[in-house]
């Protein structure tokens, strides 16, 4: 819901990071996998019990998401950095509430399942639209620029790092937080297949 704000509001910081970093001679899927990785550092950290580290790192993380399509787009962007991009990026949404379950079981788990299990909804909802757009060429107004035409909602990726974020400011309360972040997944995952259902309906 906010990730069109968000974008526009980082454009310009990320276009003139991304322009430094082709003039340094750093290419887009090297940031993508660099960004996974702290990524995973981050939760990582957490599942240890550092969930301010995981933070700090999970911030960096998500830099680096912005700037691999920066890059790409001064340079070649390719389905290859695409695939990646949208790929690491749901691998890595993953590992957060894992990492708290890890770092809490009894606690959290349960939670942290239910949590998981609504990034499936979201997530699935996601690609399956984008494949079926991109059979029939449509195109996104609101991002043209994205490698994918996906469905909007009410837990896109800038209210998925607020979520993070609290989560790891306040862990204690990771329970009541992921279980409240599930049921507005639901809903995103409810409104994408009512609204890609109508948009399909009538092609073949």
Not at 91 to 120: E, G, H, M, Q, T
Request: net charge neutral; hydrophobic share 55%.
């Amino acid at each position: 819901m906010l990730d069109r704000a968000a974008s526009a509001a980082l454009a310009p910081l990320l276009q003139a990071l991304a322009r430094a970093l082709v003039r340094a001679g750093a290419h887009a899927d090297g940031i993508t996998l660099a960004g996974f990785a702290i990524g995973v550092a981050g939760a990582v950290a957490i599942a240890l019990q550092h969930p301010l580290w995981g933070l700090g790192l999970i911030a960096a993380s998500r830099l680096c998401d912005g700037l691999d399509g920066a890059v790409a787009r001064l340079t070649a962007p390719t389905d290859r950095g695409a695939f990646l991009d949208i790929t690491l990026d749901f691998l890595f949404y993953a590992s957060v509430p894992l990492a708290f379950a890890w770092a809490d079981p009894a606690a959290n788990a349960l939670a942290a399942s239910a949590l998981l299990a609504a990034f499936i909804g979201t997530g699935s909802s996601f690609l399956a639209f984008a494949g079926f757009a991109h059979k029939h060429a449509l195109r996104s107004q609101a991002y043209p620029h994205k490698g994918l035409y996906y469905l909007g909602g009410l837990t896109e990726a800038t209210e998925t790092l607020a979520c993070f974020a609290l989560m790891c400011l306040w862990p204690q309360h990771f329970a009541p937080l992921a279980w409240a972040f599930a049921a507005l997944c639901a809903l995103t995952t409810a409104s994408r297949i009512v609204g890609g259902a109508r948009q399909l309906t009538g092609r073949a």
